[in-house]
């Protein structure tokens, strides 16, 4: 099926930012000037990270999301700092169509449940933060890639999708803000223990990154800094796709 | 004035359904909450995401179904999106069996995780597929008319509807082998498997063909 070139927005106050290994943030502009950008180069859809947000138990993505859902008209993934049901709520109605958990499911693996039941699967997208330990062995973080939690991402992976998680944005730790490609064995690892699509998020620097995703399985290649740098474009990445056979969607 | 009526029953993405009209040149985008709103709209779209019993369940509490039954009869096209189509149905098997409106005879069914050829499919479906129209002229025009061939719509979902009459699909698409319903039509009554307001420029060519209707 076609695979999903998302644009993934790291997000503090209004401004989108980028950091390596998710720390050391740097402020790069207005996020919804390039969120509408991204729009319009084709994304498949957007996905916006507070990523700050659990650390000061507070959201500000609601009035960025239905700015947003304005003009955009793709699908949009929201995370960041969502505690409750009722913050699900209060996204979805402002125009979010899916959001991303992390810290708080970790905390309480029955708000997954909760959301999955209220709103669909389709909606509850479980946001892993991984961090290699050894060969075949991911510890899950929370809090923007700060906390460790002590979970085995892939059994936190299998439970989350019994808990009725619809999809997994897959962050790698030690890859995201590298340039230097993505975890491969982590997104086969995972891949191959859910049924639920994947998202590889963390480290695209070529071309090759997306292709080796997709041969470890996902469903999905978030892009951040390479987009935001200027570096690619998400036609370029379209058309490089099409070029290695890999199917994506067709721009009419 | 274009108007347009989008039933509001606590559940659902509406306002990326309004962003999306308003778009498309709608004037007025009305939440209806209430029977006589919904049986003098225009213009009716069923929006709706999330478990087939809740979404039922919301439009009964709110005593909604016997109004909507009412609005089909006037004539005057009705849109069910995603969770909204699959309503239009008989009945669905997510979790227990519960009946739709039942406006169009079909069943809604699990999509099955693995091909003839035991190969597994991801389930939900999520993203984006290239739809496949059904030629058959008895439908033109219709709001997929002017599509091309090629066009993907954004589709999130783990449960697809059955038509009982291959004479109600409007299009499909192909998950692995799996024809699954994407839109289908009875006369005045028509349903989207995929979100228009979310499939980008082919989604607002669809929304505003059902604008003209």
């Known amino acids: ?252 | 004035m274009l108007t347009v009526t989008v039933v509001d029953y606590g559940v659902g993405n509406l306002f990326s359904v309004r962003a999306a009209l308003e778009y498309c040149g709608v004037d007025k985008v009305i939440f209806a909450k209430t029977e006589s709103e919904i049986i003098n709209a225009d213009r009716l779209i069923l929006p709706g995401v999330g478990a087939f019993m809740d979404g039922m369940n919301g439009l009964k509490e709110m005593s909604l179904i016997d109004p909507i039954t009412r609005y089909v009869k006037t004539g005057n096209p009705i849109l069910g999106i995603c969770l909204g189509m699959q309503m239009l149905g008989t009945q669905s098997e997510e979790f227990g069996l519960h009946q739709g409106l039942n406006l169009i005879p079909g069943k809604v069914i699990k999509i099955s995780s693995e091909d003839i050829s035991g190969n597994s499919r991801k389930v939900p479906f999520v993203g984006w597929a290239e739809l496949h129209l059904n030629t058959s002229d008895k439908f033109k025009p219709n709001i997929l008319s002017d599509l091309s061939n090629k066009s993907a719509v954004y589709l999130v979902h783990s449960y697809h509807f059955v038509a009982e009459s291959e004479n109600h699909t409007l299009a499909y698409y192909d998950y692995y082998g799996l024809k699954v319903c994407a839109a289908i039509q009875r006369e005045n009554i028509i349903g989207v498997q995929f979100h228009p307001e979310k499939s980008s420029k082919a989604g607002l060519g669809i929304l505003k063909n059902f604008l003209s209707i």
């Open chain 1, 1 to 252: 099926m076609n695979t999903r070139i998302i644009s993934r927005l790291d997000v503090k106050g209004t401004n989108l930012i980028k950091g390596v290994h998710l720390e050391g943030l740097r402020v790069i502009g207005p996020v919804n000037e390039y969120a509408i950008k991204y729009y319009e180069q084709g994304a498949d859809e957007l996905v916006y990270m507070d990523i700050v947000a659990s650390l000061y138990g507070r959201n500000s993505l609601t009035e960025i999301v239905s700015k947003a859902a304005r003009d955009i008209f793709i699908p949009l993934t929201v995370g960041g700092g969502i505690r409750t049901v009722d913050d699900v709520n209060d996204l979805l109605r402002a125009g979010a169509d899916k959001v991303a958990i992390n810290t708080a499911g970790v905390r309480d693996p029955e708000l997954i449940s909760k959301v999955a039941k209220k709103f669909g699967s389709q909606c509850m997208v479980l946001s892993i933060e991984a961090k290699k330990i050894s060969s075949d062995y991911w510890e899950v973080y929370t809090d923007c890639g700060r906390e460790p939690t002590g979970l085995n991402v892939l059994e936190w992976a299998t439970q989350a999708e019994k808990n009725g998680a619809g999809e997994i944005i897959l962050t790698s730790i030690d890859q995201e803000g590298t340039e230097q490609g993505f975890d491969y064995e982590l997104i086969k690892a995972v891949s191959g223990q859910v049924s639920i699509p994947v998202i590889a998020s963390g480290g695209y620097g070529k071309f090759n990154d997306f292709e080796m995703s997709v041969s470890a399985g996902a469903s999905a290649v978030a892009i951040a800094g390479h987009f935001h740098y200027e570096k690619t474009t998400v036609s370029d990445v379209r058309f490089a796709a099409k070029e290695s056979c890999i199917k994506v969607r067709e721009l009419c």
